[in-house]
């Protein structure tokens, strides 16, 4: 106890630029997230609309594929891109990266993080979204045929808005973990929170590499790490339930009966979808 | 494709063997946590309902990577001489168990008022009806839920072997074989294949324990 | 919105706010961090520009004007990153820039963890590998090797007070190396009945020493040098376990590129700029001597049949 709470050991953390340190590298994660996010809600889309089309190969194919990728480890898919993305790809991103991401998302093996992020992530929201647009009362879709609305019209007018909005809880819950999730990138060497970390917890303190005095153990710096990731995941989450109140309201439905149901939402948010 | 797999059959399988034993251990202490959790969510106390809300949403919102190597690294360093088999299950379990609590909290508040009241009135204390009417059928509601933690927490115990407390789990084994061959899609292949393994045995036992126990409306 | 409400988020900001004003007022005015990344770019000046048979590696290379070279970024004083001015430095990293200078070009340093090194070079990724790589037949096999550029030899690493004397001790004990280093394979032939634990980089080996986790560390010596210096609590033991010759790598069957290479080897080592290379980053630590290896390539691969 005496050890968690000691000043000694959170002496580091207003020494020098630290803290600015592991700050940076949290945004890091946070800009990592939220590529990710909208590149897997793009994505997702497409493979949402595929798995709903009429035509069975197509949708099987697409059902496949989800199916695959949500069963897979997210760190298995990561570490294997990064092992067996050919060079031009790795070569490609280097080079053109565009100048306004920060140095440590220009690295060669940020695609790999980033694509296995989003091929997974893709696939989850695949699910939710198919889900959503599934559970909406067949009525919905009857009257738009009787009233003459071709399937694309019925998907873009009323279909999809309306599909969407029920999934809305969900993929904030799918961000949350999603930020979680990109701490995994620092396994491949990407300069994050939890990379960040480690490096502050072997450099401090040792004048050999330019550290300074004050060491950082590793228990507090982690601990430190770990609280950014509450405090912003929480404030996400607390937007996540008034918006599913906010839809529960809208659309006269219980709150906790969204998309997959109550309990169900728990096994979003642990990632299972 | 198939020779990676002949001859490189011990790694695999120990590595599997791994994967399911922390699985396994893991899941048990996250049900035993998560309904501890949930009971403390739903008891009548004030200050046992902020503890639990507490948990849950630290331990809901903070990475597992963080998680391990707070258990691992820091602990060890705080001279608790905890080994990574021990931080590995506890992390894992303590990290799901915020899921299964929720779920299991769910579950509970699904379960109809009027139970509850007809318990009350039949003369159950609230523990009783907790524990005799609510509780059983809470668990009904929440198998699939439950089935679809187990899933993720079976892709998240790849993290624990990635990380460093270097328990030789099928991801690490893969990379194993990997730097021996040099065959990366071929080493990654057969383990993607153990893991869906993992993941398809656990669907059909859900799947298995949902229509058993069907809760019937 | 409800007063509770408002509460949290005023608290929640607040938070946010102090830990930034925290990181903010605990700064100097000292330049911001390069932050990493996994690429860092060094500027060499061009001096006199060989020329090169058109088609060559080294035409390339040139044309391109930037040679990509894996290192180590967590391994001193082979191949370290200094966290905070970015830059990356070490015995590698020396030969690295010399060849880099040869040619004229820009020298591009990417970290290269163990299990990553050839399927790198193999992609091309990086098209020369300095990072503590051993030459060996298994190896040669899929990459290149230029002639042994240093020769460590394999030790263990225990804390002072250990018990552990050598090879024979590990029998039962954990013992930290590399996922896909060569010690991986040697460890399980010399010392089957070691507890292994293998992990991405050195650095979670040290972690894992530091906090009692393993028992044992093993790998080069200088390896072990550089972790010694961070930590002097540590103890180097047993007996020369093998010779390691370190050899750059890059693409099989690249026979001009293998002959400049080689060529740029030769004259850093005869010229005197290995040594003081080896007397900055080792001999000043380990206060020990050593002459630049004088085997070749093919002498090596012939010991280690």
């Known amino acids: ?273 | 494709m198939f020779d990676v797999l002949t001859e490189h059959f011990d790694e695999f399988a120990s590595g599997f063997w791994v994967t399911t034993r922390l699985v396994a251990a893991s899941f048990v202490i996250a049900l035993v946590l998560g309904t501890v959790v949930a009971a403390l969510r739903v008891a009548p106390s004030r200050w046992a309902q902020r503890l639990g809300g507490l948990y849950v949403e630290v331990f809901r919102n903070l990475p597992l990577l963080v998680l391990l190597f707070i258990s691992f690294a820091g602990l060890r360093r705080a001279g608790v001489g905890i080994g990574p088999w021990t931080a590995g299950i506890a992390s894992l379990g303590i990290y799901t168990s915020a899921y299964v609590a929720e779920a299991l909290r769910s579950g509970v508040s699904a379960v109809s008022r009027g139970q509850r009241e007809a318990a009350l009135s039949l003369g159950f204390t609230p523990l009783q009806t907790l524990r005799e009417v609510v509780l059983p059928q809470a668990f009904r509601t929440v198998i699939p839920p439950l089935g679809s933690i187990a899933i993720a927490m079976i892709k998240n115990s790849a993290i624990v072997g990635a990380s460093l407390l270097a328990l030789p789990d099928l991801l690490k084994q893969a990379r194993v074989v990997n730097s021996n061959t040099f065959q990366t899609t071929e080493s990654f292949f057969w383990a993607a294949v153990g893991y869906m393994l993992l993941t398809l045995t656990a669907t059909v036992v859900f799947r298995t324990l949902e229509s058993r126990y069907a809760v019937r409306r | 919105m409800k007063t509770h409400h408002r509460r949290l988020w005023l608290s929640m900001l607040a938070v946010l706010a102090l830990a930034l004003g925290a990181a903010a007022c605990g700064g100097d005015d000292e330049e911001e961090p390069a932050g990493g990344g996994t690429t860092t770019a060094t500027d060499q000046g061009s001096a006199q520009a060989e020329e090169f048979p058109a088609g060559s590696t080294m035409a390339k290379l040139q044309e391109r004007g930037v040679i990509r070279i894996g290192v180590k970024y967590d391994v001193p004083p082979f191949g370290f990153e200094n966290p905070r001015s970015g830059e990356v430095e070490g015995f590698d990293v020396d030969l690295g820039k010399a060849v880099a200078e040869k040619l004229g070009v820009r020298a591009e340093l990417v970290e290269a963890i163990s299990d990553n090194r050839i399927p790198f070079i193999q992609d091309g990724t990086v098209d020369l590998v300095l990072s503590t790589m051993t030459i060996n037949a298994e190896r040669a096999e899929q990459i290149g090797f230029t002639d042994p550029y240093f020769i460590a030899k394999g030790r263990i690493l225990v804390p002072k007070d250990s018990d552990i004397a050598g090879i024979e001790d590990l029998a039962g004990r954990r013992v930290c190396t590399a996922l896909g280093s060569t010690y991986e394979e040697t460890l399980k032939r010399e010392a089957p009945d070691a507890d292994l634990r293998l992990v991405d980089a050195y650095s979670e080996c040290l972690e894992l020493l530091q906090n009692g986790a393993v028992d044992a560390i093993s790998t080069d010596d200088v390896i072990l040098t550089g972790m010694i210096i961070q930590d002097d609590s540590l103890k180097l033991v047993g007996d020369e376990l093998t010779t390691e010759p370190y050899g750059g790598g890059f693409k099989k069957d690249d026979t001009q590129f293998a002959e400049f290479l080689n060529g740029v080897l030769e004259e850093y080592k005869s010229d005197g700029r290995w040594q003081r290379s080896y007397d900055r980053w080792l001999g000043r630590y380990t206060g020990e001597q050593q002459s630049p290896p004088d085997q070749t390539l093919d002498e090596v691969l012939q010991a280690s049949q």
């Open chain 1, 1 to 273: 106890m005496g050890y968690l709470f000691s000043a000694d050991n959170w002496e580091w953390l207003w020494t020098e630029n630290n803290a600015r340190y592991l700050l940076e590298g949290f945004l890091i994660n946070l800009e990592i997230a939220a590529i990710a996010m909208v590149l897997a809600l793009a994505f997702g889309l497409a493979l949402a609309l595929l798995s709903l089309s009429a035509l069975t190969p197509v949708r099987l194919a697409a059902k496949g594929w989800v199916d695959v990728f949500r069963n897979l480890p997210l760190i298995f898919l990561i570490l294997y891109l990064a092992l067996s993305l050919p060079e031009s790809i790795k070569q490609g991103w280097q080079e053109n990266a565009p100048g306004f991401l920060p140095e440590a998302l220009r690295g060669q093996l940020v695609l790999a993080g980033i694509l296995g992020l989003v091929l997974y992530n893709s696939a989850v929201i695949a699910e939710i979204m198919r889900a959503g647009i599934l559970s909406l009362d067949r009525g919905q879709r009857e009257a738009a045929t009787a009233l003459g609305l071709s399937y694309r019209d019925q998907m873009r007018h009323v279909i999809l808005p309306q599909g969407l909005r029920r999934m809305v809880p969900a993929t904030v819950s799918q961000l949350i973990t999603l930020n979680k999730d990109t701490t995994l990138v620092s396994i491949i060497a990407i300069q994050e929170a939890v990379r960040s970390g480690r490096i502050l917890t072997q450099t401090a303190g040792n004048p050999f590499v330019g550290g300074g005095d004050v060491q950082a153990p590793i228990l507090q710096v982690m601990i430190f790490v770990g609280l950014l990731f509450v405090v912003v995941n929480y404030a996400l989450s607390r937007v996540s339930r008034r918006l599913e109140v906010r839809e529960a309201r809208r659309s006269a439905v219980r709150p906790g009966v969204s998309v997959g149901g109550g309990a169900g939402d728990e096994a979003l948010r642990a990632g299972a979808t």
